[in-house]
């Protein structure tokens, strides 16, 4: 099916087109690119001009540029437009235009994007549904999500982020949403802001892009639950506050097991239960969310809560998996993978769900340890020492056994640990990766946190690869 034509796409961006093309997709990277997809030539840290020729090699539709690039023929399918950046937020402005879905934006401190595929699991039972891939966020992923969705479609669930003040606001007012969902406030990106309710301001300025007769979902029992609410009510939206403050969207409970986390939750009246295999607790919170969304669209509780259920985090956002050290004897550890960002809040709640998983019996008979693997937080601002340090003062850290720090922003952590909990402390995440198999014996329940850029992913590689059971062969 055709998602774009050359007229369709010149009439959306002013642009002149070069051949009568049709374009199956869109895409702004040459290493994903599908046959028929309409490439998009952004200038990020290298200009996707230079990739337009390889590109249309690979099978492309057309591409969207400026000029026509060096050694691109005359006879190439393209679109020029003065600006591709502009040109790209006009495709996704028509593709949003034209669509029949409802629209659920999404932005939040923490868990956007699991609580995004939280809702493409829901909402797949009750019709179509387009969502993003990955953490397509931002300035440009927003609007290649919105530019990539079928008009046909029953749903659309669009992740908005920030970085800085005043993003949030026009990425909302791009996607139009007829639903938004804030997931939670907490200290992030506090480098660009100078307070938590700075913050809050800016995730709450998602409500100024909402339809009418729109939904507003917010968290009732942060802090900073007042600024969001004033917001909504502002948005002349329908506000469904969500938590134990919320009369409609009410939580009752979350316990949590080793295998699951329990929500009891009552929603419009209706008593609900979900349960979230290997998730935190913290998870629960993003499905009471999403369950507040099921009734904004008057779906079916009953079944949009079976299915939350169906959900489990991905790979680097809180995945547990059991890892054999042995291929015959019983000899295993349970590693949680959550190593894709963080930031205070994320990582007490990371901590909370270690404390509440009981370890295994090891090797000698005796119970196994609660190990934490701590990369660094980014984007904490002048406080971000303090912030390091106050990890060690967190109610789940009596339950922890020991901790490795990885980074310089965790030396302030590791400084701060008493001298029983104090593990290895490394700058880089290669050096403590090398030392995997020093780290960890039977039993043990390992936490794997850290901000995307601290690396700590490559602990988890390295954790994994001691699994004996994927290296037998036959």
């Known amino acids: 099916m055709s998602l774009w034509t050359a007229q369709d796409a010149a009439r959306a961006t002013g642009g002149q087109a070069a051949g009568d093309w049709q374009a199956t997709g869109l895409s702004i990277d040459t290493r994903s690119l599908q046959p028929g997809d309409l490439f998009v030539a952004l200038k990020a840290a290298r200009d996707g001009h230079d990739f337009v020729a390889q590109a249309l090699e690979k099978g492309a539709g057309a591409a969207l540029v400026s000029h026509r690039p060096d050694g691109v023929p ?64 931002n300035h440009w992923g927003v609007p290649v999500t919105l530019a990539r969705l079928d008009p046909e479609a029953d749903f659309a669930v669009i992740e908005i982020g920030m970085n800085h003040p005043g993003e949030i606001e026009p990425l909302a007012r791009l996607t139009r949403p007829h639903v938004a969902l804030i997931t939670t406030i907490a200290p992030a990106h506090l480098e660009a802001f ?21 939904h507003a979902i917010h968290p009732a029992d942060l802090p900073t639950s007042a600024i969001l609410a004033r917001a909504a009510e502002a948005s002349g939206a329908t506000c469904l506050p969500f938590g134990q403050n919320s009369e409609i969207v009410h939580l009752h409970e979350i316990s949590q097991t080793h295998e699951a986390s329990v929500l009891r939750a009552e929603v419009g009246g209706l008593r609900l239960a979900v349960r979230l295999r290997q998730a935190g607790a913290h998870f629960a919170m993003n499905a009471l969310g999403c369950l507040g969304v099921a009734h904004a669209l008057g779906l ?33 550890f349970t590693l949680i993978d959550d190593a894709f960002n963080a930031n205070p809040a994320s990582l007490e709640a990371a901590l909370d769900m270690l404390a509440g998983i009981a370890p295994g019996a090891s090797q000698s008979g005796r119970a196994g340890r609660r190990i934490a693997i701590l990369g660094d937080m980014y984007e904490l601002g002048p406080e971000e020492a303090a912030l390091h340090a106050a990890v060690a003062q967190l109610p789940a850290m009596t339950s922890i056994d020991i901790v490795h720090c990885v980074g310089p922003r965790m030396d302030a952590l590791h400084r701060a640990l008493p001298a029983h909990q104090r593990g290895q402390y490394v700058t880089q995440s290669e050096d403590l990766a090398a030392a995997v198999h020093q780290l960890v014996s039977p039993g043990d329940v390992v936490l794997v946190k850290g901000s995307k850029a601290s690396l700590v992913s490559r602990v988890v590689d390295r954790l994994r690869h001691l699994d004996a059971t994927a290296h037998q062969v036959g």
């Open 300 to 332: 079916d509780l009953a079944r949009a809560a079976l299915a939350l259920g169906r959900w489990q985090p991905p790979a680097g956002r809180g995945q547990r998996q059991t890892i054999r050290l042995d291929p015959v004897e019983p000899l295993e």
């Open 194 to 214: 100078e307070n938590i309710e700075g913050i809050a301001r800016e995730k709450a300025s998602i409500f100024n892009g909402l339809e009418r007769e729109a």
């Open 74 to 137: 005359e006879d190439a399918p393209l679109l020029i437009v003065p600006d591709v950046m502009a040109a790209l937020r006009d495709l996704g402005a028509v593709g949003r235009a034209r669509a029949k879905a409802r629209v659920i934006a999404v932005t939040g401190s923490v868990g956007k994007t699991s609580t995004k595929e939280m809702l493409r699991e829901m909402l797949a039972g009750f019709g179509q549904v387009h969502a993003a891939e990955a953490s397509f966020n």
